[in-house]
């Protein structure tokens, strides 16, 4: 499985990159502006910004993410 895990403070996400085709609707939706596309994957480069409101788990249509506030 090609799950990759970020941590900053209380925060954690995971995304499965099997599951993830790059869609974007994670960045898009995130008010923070946590995440890119890298290589056509998803990465939270700004984890430290997340305000827990978990649209990037919601907006995944893969259902590729998980964060800690959703648990």
Do not use: F
């Amino acid at each position: 499985m090609s799950v990759k895990e970020w941590t900053s403070g209380e925060v954690t996400i995971k995304i499965d990159y099997e599951k993830c085709i790059g869609h974007g609707d994670c960045a898009e939706g995130c008010p923070s502006s946590v995440y890119e596309l890298q290589d056509g994957k998803a990465v939270p480069v700004n984890i430290g910004e997340c305000i827990q409101c978990c649209a990037c788990v919601r907006n995944c249509p893969e259902e590729a993410i998980q964060h800690s506030a959703d648990q």
